[in-house]
């Protein structure tokens, strides 16, 4: 409950959640996603882009980022787990 609360939250507060498009990942090992979530503006990636990893084995998984879009004007990153 703590974590959709906090993702409802940050909804309010960036475009990219509010109205942005949802990503997924391929399925590695049967078990483990990334969920992206960014907005476009003319084909262009604007803003902020969130991702999530979901891991439902049992064994830690390695997830591939390479799928992810591309923002050239990125320039920080935060890391945050729920």
Do not use: C, W
Not at 1 to 19: A, C, H, I
Not at 21 to 33: F, K, P, Q, S, W
């Amino acid at each position: 409950m703590k974590m959709f609360s906090k993702l409802s939250k940050m909804r309010t507060r960036d475009e990219s959640l509010g109205v942005g498009e949802t990503m997924m990942g391929r399925l590695i090992d049967g078990g483990a996603y990334t969920i992206t979530r960014f907005h476009q503006r003319d084909n262009v990636t604007d803003g902020n882009i969130y991702v999530g990893a979901v891991n439902f084995a049992d064994h830690a998984i390695t997830l591939p980022l390479n799928d992810l879009p591309n923002n050239d004007k990125l320039k920080k990153t935060q890391v945050s787990n729920f």
